[in-house]
């Protein structure tokens, strides 16, 4: 499904300059690889490759990045990996319930260690 947001995006957009590429991606297709991220945050290897790939695709969709790594592609385009980008959800999910800043309860998910060594 993911795959066919980006051909989509690559079929009916007419300016394929960087910029509003990067733009397009961000606000139509990054929302829906990201939906509910703190909650499910894949555990399967598989699962995060696949959802990696539709990024790597749509790097490759700039015709000038071609020749670059997947790694270096981001950097010019300044974005995150997806999987730098689930890390840093759940630290901000972490600290949203410790502070609390969530609805859901410290206790639900952190037991608190009485013992006062560190």
Known sequence: MYAS??????RTTKCKDTYSLVCFYKSLV?????FC?????????TDKVLIEKVQRRFTRMISHLR??????R???LKLWTLEDRRIRADLIAVYKIIYDLS???MATFFELDSDSRT
Do not use: D, M, Q, T
Not at 5 to 10: A, D, T
């Open 30 to 34: 990054r929302p829906h690889l990201e």
């Open 67 to 72: 020749k670059f790594s997947y790694e270096e």
């Open 5 to 10: 947001l980006l051909g989509l995006l690559n």
């Open 74 to 76: 981001l950097r010019h």
């Open 37 to 45: 991220l703190p909650v499910w945050s894949s555990h399967y290897a």
């Open 103 to 105: 609805i859901v309860s």
